[in-house]
Structure formats: structure tokens, C-alpha cells
């Protein structure tokens, strides 16, 4: 006997829909402007000016700059010179040069007016009678220190970029010893420009007139608060010690590397 072939088991599957094209509205072309691409080979259109900043052979001052400034966040920075980087605030640094400005040495030219005065009342016949010294701020360490020492500055002021710094990292210890207010200010030119000069390391306050004593012993509380009563905090706060990218991302590595063996032996 013939065996008849029997139906196939199983659903037909329905065929696919049309997949419905997007229509992309096309660009209008201007035939006025031809398109003219530009060739940047070997003797063809100008090159695009890029930023070569990273392959400037730079001089050696600025590489020195750039280098100090990464060794001193990477290498760790022991307290008596991390304490350099804490500067006064803004708003109390703008209220004390203000003040240190009225109190700035006589220029050349005025020293020049009063003697040329003082001269010209002796050729007249007057008494001689010495002008009396006006008081005005003191500038250089050796004048400082011994100012401090005697006890007779009300307000040091230091300068955070000193260069060599061993100039004036022994004025905060003695300043706390002798107890004499102090602060460190940013930028020794700021500095100069009051004592009339191009930098100076550091500037006291002796004496000020009784109409800014007031503003004086406002200045002289605020930096006790910040600087004399914070040695102790001062003493233990090292500074640097931060890691570059690559290395970070090194370390990062590796700490990931031993979390996944931990949780395999777990």
C-alpha cells in the first residue's frame, strides 16, 4: 500500500509589513555657491591654526615656575612652611592695606619739599626746630625682628611668596612666642607698593593715629582668632602630598584588583 503524504504541522508565519521609508526632506543647494572642499596636503591651503601651547619650548624661568608649583602638590609639606598657604581673606586683607596705606613712607619728592621748607625758614632766620617723625609702617626682616623682640610692633605682616622662604619662616614662632599679632598676606609686590619699593618680605605696625585705633584693634582681633590662637592646629597641619592622574588612577587600580580577590575568597 501507498502511503499518503500527510499535511505539514505547524502556523503559518504572517509575513513582515512594509517597513514605511522616512522621507528625508532634501538640502535646497544655491547653484550660485559651488562647493569647493580644501585640501590641507603639502603645498596646498593654509593649515588651521591649532593650539601648539603644549609643544612650546618654554623658557627656563616658566619650566622652573610650573615645576615648583607640582612638586608642591606632590611632594608632602611639613607644617612650618604649609602654613604659607593659609592667607588672610579677601575682605580683612582690602580693610588692612587700606589702613597700611595711610601709614606709608615718605616718597623722595616730599622728603625733598620739607627740607627745601626747613631750609629756606632757616635762611630766613628762624629757629631751627627738627619736623617730628611721622608714624608710618616698618619694613625688612631685620627691622621686624627686632621690633617683635622689643615688644613694640601692634601688627606684623608676611608675605606668602618669600623666595628663599627661610627669610621668614622663623617671624610666626616668634611672633606667637612674643606675643605679637600676625598675619600672612598674599603677594610680597602688594607689600612693596606700600613701603615704596618693588617687594618686601614683611611690614610691622608700631603706632597709629587715635582715629584708627579703632580699625587697628578690629584687624589686630581677627587675626589673633586666625593665626596666634590657631598654632597648636597650625603645628599638625602638613601640607601636599597629592597624587598626579596617572598615578591616582595606578592606585585606583590596583584597590579595585584587591576588593575582587577579597570578595572571590569570601
Same mark, same amino acid.
Given at each position: 500500500?501507498?502511503?499518503?503524504k500527510?499535511?505539514?504541522?505547524?502556523?503559518?508565519?504572517?509575513?513582515?509589513?512594509?517597513?514605511?521609508?522616512?522621507?528625508v526632506?532634501?538640502?535646497?543647494?544655491?547653484?550660485?555657491?559651488?562647493?569647493?572642499?580644501?585640501?590641507?596636503?603639502?603645498?596646498?591651503?593654509?593649515?588651521?591654526?591649532?593650539?601648539?601651547?603644549?609643544?612650546?619650548?618654554?623658557?627656563?624661568?616658566?619650566?622652573?615656575?610650573?615645576?615648583?608649583?607640582?612638586?608642591? #602638590?606632590? @611632594?608632602? *609639606?611639613?607644617?612650618?612652611?604649609?602654613?604659607?598657604? /593659609?592667607? &588672610?581673606? +579677601?575682605?580683612?586683607?582690602t580693610?588692612?592695606?587700606?589702613?597700611?596705606?595711610?601709614?606709608?613712607?615718605?616718597?623722595?619728592?616730599?622728603?625733598?619739599?620739607?627740607?627745601?621748607?626747613?631750609?629756606a625758614?632757616?635762611?630766613?632766620?628762624?629757629?631751627?626746630?627738627?619736623?617730628?617723625?611721622?608714624?608710618?609702617?616698618?619694613?625688612?626682616?631685620?627691622?621686624?625682628?627686632?621690633?617683635?623682640?622689643?615688644?613694640?610692633?601692634?601688627?606684623?605682616?608676611?608675605?606668602?611668596?618669600?623666595?628663599?622662604?627661610?627669610?621668614?619662616?622663623?617671624?610666626?614662632?616668634?611672633?606667637?612666642?612674643?606675643?605679637?599679632?600676625?598675619?600672612?598676606?598674599?603677594?610680597?609686590?602688594?607689600?612693596?607698593?606700600?613701603?615704596?619699593?618693588?617687594?618686601? #618680605?614683611? @611690614?610691622? *605696625?608700631?603706632?597709629?593715629?587715635?582715629?584708627?585705633? /579703632?580699625? &587697628?584693634? +578690629?584687624?589686630v582681633?581677627?587675626?589673633?582668632?586666625?593665626?596666634?590662637?590657631?598654632?597648636e592646629?597650625?603645628?599638625?597641619?602638613?601640607?601636599?602630598?597629592?597624587?598626579?592622574?596617572?598615578?591616582?588612577?595606578?592606585?585606583?587600580?590596583?584597590?579595585?584588583?584587591?576588593?575582587?580577590?577579597?570578595?572571590?575568597?569570601?
Amino acid at each position: 500500500m501507498v502511503q499518503k503524504k500527510g499535511k505539514k504541522g505547524g502556523k503559518k508565519v504572517a509575513a513582515a509589513p512594509l517597513a514605511v521609508k522616512k522621507l528625508v526632506p532634501q538640502k535646497v543647494v544655491n547653484p550660485l555657491f559651488e562647493k569647493r572642499p580644501r585640501n590641507f596636503s603639502i603645498g596646498q591651503d593654509i593649515q588651521p591654526k591649532r593650539d601648539l601651547s603644549r609643544f612650546v619650548r618654554w623658557p627656563k624661568y616658566i619650566r622652573l615656575q610650573r615645576q615648583k608649583a607640582v612638586l608642591q #602638590t606632590r @611632594l608632602k *609639606i611639613p607644617p612650618p612652611i604649609n602654613q604659607f598657604s /593659609s592667607t &588672610l581673606d +579677601k575682605q580683612t586683607a582690602t580693610q588692612l592695606f587700606k589702613l597700611l596705606d595711610k601709614y606709608r613712607p615718605e616718597s623722595k619728592e616730599a622728603k625733598k619739599e620739607r627740607l627745601k621748607a626747613r631750609a629756606a625758614e632757616k635762611a630766613a632766620g628762624k629757629a631751627d626746630a627738627p619736623t617730628k617723625r611721622a608714624p608710618v609702617v616698618r619694613h625688612g626682616v631685620n627691622t621686624v625682628t627686632t621690633l617683635i623682640e622689643k615688644k613694640k610692633a601692634q601688627l606684623v605682616v608676611i608675605a606668602n611668596d618669600v623666595d628663599p622662604i627661610e627669610l621668614v619662616v622663623f617671624l610666626p614662632a616668634l611672633c606667637r612666642k612674643m606675643g605679637v599679632p600676625y598675619c600672612i598676606v598674599k603677594n610680597k609686590a602688594r607689600l612693596g607698593r606700600v613701603a615704596r619699593r618693588k617687594t618686601t #618680605t614683611c @611690614l610691622a *605696625i608700631t603706632q597709629v593715629e587715635s582715629s584708627d585705633r /579703632s580699625s &587697628l584693634n +578690629k584687624l589686630v582681633d581677627v587675626v589673633k582668632t586666625n593665626y596666634n590662637e590657631r598654632s597648636e592646629e597650625i603645628r599638625k597641619h602638613w601640607g601636599g602630598g597629592s597624587l598626579g592622574s596617572k598615578s591616582a588612577a595606578r592606585v585606583a587600580k590596583l584597590e579595585k584588583l584587591k576588593a575582587i580577590e577579597l570578595a572571590k575568597k569570601v
